[in-house]
């Protein structure tokens, strides 16, 4: 059983910095493949960035440059470092795990970003 549980939101001002954590419990793979996702009001959940277990990392455009995915070196804990925050960031952020045909979900942390 697999257990995700994000931590990191808040309320920032544009232009801020703020990083998610996402700390993982269960068994580890080598097909897992870590991911963030956000869902901003009244929006579909949309990707935002990916981590295989060998390292390998992808972004969307929208945050391409702004945001970094990394992981501890036990890959149990996953990071999203989010900077020059924007309004249009705000949203609820999800991390994921995605090993073959099963996918796990975390509970969401908010990101509020306003002046």
């Known amino acids: 059983q697999v257990e995700l549980v994000e931590s990191g939101g808040g309320l920032v001002q544009p232009g801020e910095s703020l990083r998610l954590s996402c700390a993982r419990s269960?068994?580890?793979?080598?097909?897992?493949?870590m991911a963030w996702y956000r869902q901003a009001p009244g929006k579909q959940r949309e990707w935002v960035a990916t981590?295989?277990?060998?390292?390998?990392?992808n972004y969307a455009d929208s945050t391409k440059g702004r945001f970094t995915i990394s992981r501890d070196s036990a890959k149990r804990t996953v990071f999203l470092q989010m900077n020059s925050l924007k309004a249009e960031d705000t949203a609820v952020y999800y991390c994921?795990?995605?090993?073959?045909?099963?996918?796990?979900w975390g509970q969401g942390t908010q990101v509020t970003v306003s002046s």
């Open positions: 994921n795990l995605h090993r073959g045909r099963f996918d796990a």
């Open positions: 269960g068994s580890i793979s080598t097909i897992d493949v």
């Open positions: 981590i295989t277990s060998g390292g390998n990392t």
